[in-house]
């Protein structure tokens, strides 16, 4: 089983609609978590991070956590063409040896004028 | 601006020769990152670096060195070792003193080896 799985996609969603991204994990002793936005051949950029049981939102963003679940999801609502990008999630374990963000493979957005 | 600089953006090597990517962050973080990126696949990791003096192999390290002799600097050389060099290779940082803090990362340095 993979340490942090996400549907690779592509999910595609009209203009305006809201899209949900999913993301499972699988260590229990994750501490937090975090959503990175990449468009093709860039880096990543962070979008939001999480720490609690619950909801999140800044802005058209909501990041919802539940870690009995183990799973945690990003909504984006009213999406938009530029909103079209690979959506990383990630989580971080505390270990004995330090402090590890594991990465999803990232799930592709496409939001369809 | 505060940031980090991955330099050169596209590095062109031949097998078999060993090549150093650099990573500088003006952003006085503690902690520094090696992740690669392959197409279709999530980021790796392949060393990092809490503190200066001292860094830890990732996940994927076989193949890689680091160093980390400046707080600022965190370069990796990809020897000849390394059986699939070609790839994204992404720099980050995070502050050390909050365990939540995000990483931040470089714009990468995209590799072929032929």
């Known amino acids: 089983q993979k340490e942090v799985e996400q549907n690779s996609g592509p999910l595609s969603v009209p203009e305006g609609a809201i899209a949900s991204l999913n993301c499972t994990y699988s260590?229990?002793?994750?501490?937090?978590f975090f959503w990175y936005r990449q468009y093709s051949g860039k880096s990543p950029e962070l979008i939001m991070s999480?720490?609690?049981?619950g909801d999140k939102e800044d802005g058209r963003f909501t990041a919802q956590l539940n870690k009995a679940s183990q799973y945690v999801s990003l909504l984006i609502r009213d999406s938009q063409p530029s909103d079209s990008a690979t959506y990383l999630c990630?989580?971080?374990?505390?270990?004995?040896?330090?402090?590890?963000?594991?990465f999803g493979t990232g799930t592709q957005l496409k939001v369809e004028l | 601006d505060g940031g980090i600089t991955q330099s050169p953006k596209y590095l062109f090597r031949k097998e078999g020769q060993n090549v150093t990517l650099s990573c500088e962050q003006n952003?006085?973080?503690?902690?520094m990152y090696w992740y690669r990126q392959d197409p279709g696949q999530g980021l790796r990791l392949i060393y990092y670096?809490?503190?200066?003096?001292?860094?830890q192999k990732g996940d994927i390290a076989e193949g890689y060195s680091v160093s980390r002799e400046k707080k600022e600097s965190f370069p990796l050389t990809v020897t000849s070792a390394q059986k699939n060099p070609t790839a994204f290779y992404l720099c980050?940082?995070?502050?050390?003193?909050?365990?939540?803090?995000?990483?931040?990362f470089g714009n990468g340095t995209r590799l072929t080896v032929t």
């Open positions: 980050a940082s995070r502050t050390g003193t909050d365990h939540n803090s995000p990483l931040h």
């Open positions: 999480i720490y609690s049981n």
């Open positions: 670096s809490q503190i200066v003096n001292d860094f």
């Open positions: 952003l006085n973080h503690d902690a």
């Open positions: 990630a989580v971080r374990i505390l270990t004995g040896g330090g402090n590890k963000l594991t």
């Open positions: 260590d229990r002793g994750s501490q937090s």
